[in-house]
């Protein structure tokens, strides 16, 4: 932690140690009856956490797959992580003190190929991750992938697999340049609010056309990361997400749950602007922009072990909003876990951000 981050934390943490944390986070009500902590270990549950099938291997996946397996032992390392839902997977939560992980298709998942293909690597990946949980049901659970080019078929998906024990989907951004806001999409949000289920929005790399204007221009290497992990795919995912709220979802879906990751893709940080320019007399929603996020939308660290940025979530939705999140095998389980252990919040909000809020929201 650096000295910045120190200070902040103290000084925020000093505030919480005098006041409900409803006060500081805006909607934890529940923190204030001063829920004590669980005795024994902490459980923790992790919900953006990733793996590969054989088929997206062979399929949408190939060239994400081969790339990185094809580019030194660090790649290949990664892969077989991806791969490992197993022994190897399981000795390495031990180790870290993971409890449960939620295993989600990864990146780019299927929302980028033809409709054919995305219904079979779905169905595909979903029984091959359905066996994981049922082999290991005190460890794993599971969020279905989705042929969402195809909506009737997504969300007859959707609800054959809710019922067989998954948590939700998890849907990698927008389809081909198509974002969740579009109506073509409404099968799967009508039938996600039915089924009470969550979406988790899950980034992926812009447009083409977004890449070649906005991210183009220096090595290859660079215009990779920035295209990406290092900026593009959150600010993506945070525009899509803004989208979907302004575009009405939720007020024709207002039961409709959504999560995201990384702390929030750079959305808590723009709130209060997004709230004051964005008026209800200009949007002509429902509610203020500010309310959706507070109450349509849950958030999980998936990598971003950053006190500052925590902060400043926790001060804009409220700890019965955030959830723990490790995202491998790109972020350490155990880096997590000791962010976790760290949090400069009550040990009953500790509880809830570690499990309790998981537990509630995906009926863990």
């Known amino acids: 932690m650096n000295r910045r981050d120190f200070i902040y934390a103290a000084s925020v943490g000093a505030a919480s140690a005098t006041m409900p944390t409803a006060t500081v986070g805006q909607g934890s009500r529940e923190a204030a009856t001063g829920t004590p902590r ?80 995305q219904i079979a690597i779905a169905r595909e990946s979903n029984d091959f991750v359905a066996d994981i949980a049922k082999k290991n049901p005190t460890r794993f659970a599971a969020f279905a992938a989705l042929p969402i080019a195809a909506p009737d078929k997504a969300a007859e998906e959707l609800d054959r697999r809710v019922r067989e024990g998954f948590k939700g989907t998890l849907i990698n951004g927008h389809t081909r340049g198509r974002y969740l806001d579009d109506k073509f999409f409404s099968p799967v949000l009508e039938r996600a609010e039915a089924l009470n289920v969550p979406i988790y929005l899950h980034p992926t790399v812009p447009p083409q056309a977004v890449v070649e204007a906005t991210y183009s221009g220096f090595s290859p290497a660079v215009s990779a990361v920035f295209a990406s992990t290092g900026w593009g795919w959150h600010i993506e995912t945070g525009a899509h997400l803004v989208r979907m709220i302004l575009g009405g979802v939720f007020d024709r879906h207002p039961r409709l749950q959504v999560v995201i990751g990384h702390l929030g893709e750079g959305v808590p940080f723009m709130l209060p602007r997004l709230n ?36 400043d979530l926790l001060l804009e939705v409220g700890v019965e909003r955030i959830m723990f999140s490790a995202d491998y095998p790109y972020g350490s389980m155990a880096e997590a876990r000791g962010f976790l252990d760290h949090l400069p919040v009550s040990a009953g909000d500790r509880e809830r951000i570690a499990h309790g809020n998981a537990e509630k929201l995906f009926k863990i």
């Open 38 to 117: 669980l005795a024994g270990k902490l459980r923790t549950i992790t919900l953006e956490e990733h793996f590969v099938s054989p088929g997206f291997s062979a399929g949408p996946g190939r060239s994400f797959v081969e790339g990185r397996r094809n580019a030194g032992p660090q790649g290949a390392k990664l892969i077989g992580q991806l791969e490992d839902v197993h022994d190897g997977r399981i000795a390495e939560m031990d180790a870290a003190g993971i409890d449960v992980q939620v295993l989600s298709l990864n990146a780019p998942g299927v929302e980028q190929a033809e409709p054919a293909e």
């Open 276 to 311: 004051r320019n964005l008026p209800t007399q200009v949007t002509r929603l429902e509610r203020p922009l500010a309310a959706y996020l507070r109450e349509n939308v849950h958030y999980t660290f998936a990598g971003f072990n950053f006190p500052a940025t925590f902060l």
